[in-house]
């Protein structure tokens, strides 16, 4: 796949205990992309921040199960990446607490596919 210049990069702010449809939102919205074909998706995991709650949240050694703020990225070709927002609006906006969706413009400098590793040589 080559992908090379202008193109889109949706980023999608939330919590990594946000569900939908019982299942973790972060995950849904990863495994939906890879389903829609686009380029990737990277989830970010937050030490710490507040958001429309105004409530603080920050990881502590000693707390696992915190909940704190996650960020998905993704990027791909402008239309795709609309189309797919325009996919998975409708998850966000049933969600019982706040998130944040943002769009802009990025410009793709390198998209290179890694190898992938064969158990076996033939």
């Avoid at 507040?50 to 949240?57: A, E």
């Avoid at 920050?58 to 239309?79: A, G, H, N, Q, R």
């Avoid at 609309?82 to 998975?88: D, H, L, M, P, S």
């Avoid at 969706?101 to 390198?110: D, G």
Wanted: hydrophobic residues 45%.
């Amino acid at each position: 796949m080559e992908i090379k210049g202008e193109a889109k990069l949706l980023r999608i702010f939330i919590s990594n205990t946000d569900k939908f449809k019982h299942n973790l939102l972060y995950e849904m919205v990863v495994f939906a992309a890879k389903r829609y074909g686009l380029a990737g998706a990277t989830v970010l995991k937050g030490v710490m921040g507040y958001g429309s709650s105004s409530v603080v949240r920050s990881i502590k050694f000693w707390e696992f199960t915190e909940k704190l703020p996650v960020v998905i990225e993704i990027v791909d070709e402008s239309e795709k990446i609309e189309k797919f927002a325009e996919k998975i609006l409708p998850w966000f906006e049933k969600l019982r607490y706040g998130c944040m969706i943002t769009m802009e413009k990025a410009n793709i400098v390198l998209y290179k596919q890694g190898e992938k590793k064969s158990f076996f040589k033939w």
